[in-house]
């Protein structure tokens, strides 16, 4: 089986990177390998693999070197088919986190949020936090208000053409519902 060998530190040379990444950019460490990195973020090892051409052989990976791992895609109970977007931290908020879920039938996006402070604290006048659904192509944006529930902030929208965008943000708003100059980002993850 490829993939189970730990990463070699770098003799200097040029190093691959991925040309395209539809999920989340990794770094591998001292002591990774594609496997291990596999399994840290449940996804097959073979899809691991496909994503990563430009990897001649996964038994040849590198320290410092940049791959890309797939966003999960699975299917609920009724046979839905949903893909999962990891919402990773900025630095803003230290234990933050949170994860999207994209219905692609209907386009029906969750977003659920955890160890968000209350708005304030980040942003003068923060009443709640907003999603943001970027299109970097454009630089146009749709966004939806997210709710506190017990200790999670949730949001949902529906039936949005959602192929479009290819990012979402989470960020403290004001009454007024924009994204302001200097209001800071806290979450943020890849749609594909």
């Given at each position: 089986?490829?993939?189970?060998?730990?990463?070699?530190?770098?003799?200097?040379?040029?190093?691959?990177?991925?040309?395209?990444?539809?999920?989340?950019?990794?770094?591998?460490?001292?002591?990774?390998?594609?496997?291990?990195?596999?399994?840290?973020?449940?996804?097959?090892?073979?899809?691991?693999?496909?994503?990563?051409?430009?990897?001649?052989?996964?038994d040849?990976?590198?320290?410092?070197?940049?791959?890309?791992?797939?966003?999960?895609?699975?299917?609920?109970?009724?046979?839905?088919?949903?893909?999962?977007?990891?919402?990773?931290?900025?630095?803003?908020?230290?234990?933050?986190?949170?994860?999207?879920?994209?219905?692609?039938?209907?386009?029906?996006?969750?977003?659920?949020?955890?160890?968000?402070?209350?708005?304030?604290?980040?942003?003068?006048?923060g009443?709640?936090?907003?999603?943001?659904?970027?299109?970097?192509?454009?630089?146009?944006?749709?966004?939806?208000?997210?709710?506190?529930?017990?200790?999670?902030?949730?949001?949902?929208?529906?039936?949005?053409p959602?192929?479009?965008?290819?990012?979402?943000?989470?960020?403290?708003?004001?009454?007024?519902?924009?994204?302001?100059?200097?209001?800071?980002?806290?979450?943020e993850?890849?749609?594909?």
């Amino acid at each position: 089986m490829k993939g189970l060998i730990k990463a070699q530190k770098s003799n200097g040379g040029k190093i691959p990177v991925p040309q395209r990444c539809s999920g989340k950019l990794h770094i591998i460490s001292k002591g990774e390998s594609l496997f291990i990195i596999a399994k840290k973020y449940k996804v097959p090892l073979n899809k691991l693999i496909k994503v990563n051409s430009q990897i001649e052989d996964p038994d040849i990976i590198y320290e410092g070197q940049i791959i890309c791992v797939p966003t999960r895609e699975y299917k609920n109970k009724y046979g839905q088919e949903y893909t999962e977007v990891i919402l990773n931290s900025t630095g803003k908020v230290a234990n933050a986190s949170g994860v999207a879920f994209i219905r692609k039938v209907t386009n029906d996006l969750v977003v659920f949020t955890t160890n968000l402070p209350h708005p304030k604290e980040l942003f003068p006048n923060g009443e709640s936090y907003t999603a943001y659904l970027l299109d970097s192509a454009t630089g146009n944006y749709d966004k939806f208000n997210l709710k506190k529930v017990e200790q999670f902030w949730v949001g949902q929208v529906k039936n949005k053409p959602l192929r479009k965008y290819d990012g979402i943000i989470i960020a403290p708003n004001t009454v007024s519902g924009n994204l302001l100059p200097g209001e800071p980002v806290v979450l943020e993850g890849i749609i594909y």
